[in-house]
């Protein structure tokens, strides 16, 4: 492994297709294609390859935690909506034994009442909330110094 970088899940789910066009005045006018640039150019920075996808479907975003399981050394989530319902995605990134960084573009906490509850957070090793896209920066620099202990 030390001949070869370390591999990075960023996965998020339902409807981050959609930002730029998705309620600007909270997300912002940036793109998933703009989210995706940040976190590769982050990751070469680092030294970090990065494996980047999203979904619309909570199997198939269960499928992509599950086979990170033995090509990742950590994973960023942004779950959105399934954050609050998914006990299957909790459950596969338990089954990880990955470090995970759950990321949330916006501030959950300052929404609405069913948005603070997340079956993700008690598996991550750290959450972001509210930082914008910067927040997936800030998951992929937290893994990066977890990974190098």
Not at 22 to 43: H, I, K, N, S
């Amino acid at each position: 492994m030390a001949d070869s970088p370390s591999r990075i899940l960023v996965a998020n789910g339902p409807n981050l297709n959609l930002l730029g066009t998705r309620e600007p005045g909270l997300y912002g006018a940036a793109t998933l294609a703009d989210v995706e640039t940040l976190c590769a150019e982050t990751g070469q920075r680092l030294g970090l390859e990065i494996d980047f996808m999203q979904s619309n479907h909570e199997g198939a975003l269960v499928d992509a935690i599950q086979a990170a399981r033995g090509t990742a050394q950590g994973i960023v989530i942004n779950p959105a909506a399934y954050t609050h319902t998914s006990v299957a995605i909790a459950d596969a990134l338990r089954a990880t034994e990955l470090p995970v960084v759950e990321v949330h573009i916006s501030n959950v906490h300052a929404r609405e009442e069913f948005r603070k509850h997340s079956y993700v957070s008690p598996v991550a090793t750290a959450v972001i909330a509210g930082a914008g896209l910067n927040g997936y920066r800030f998951a992929i620099e937290h893994l990066a110094s977890v990974l190098e202990g």
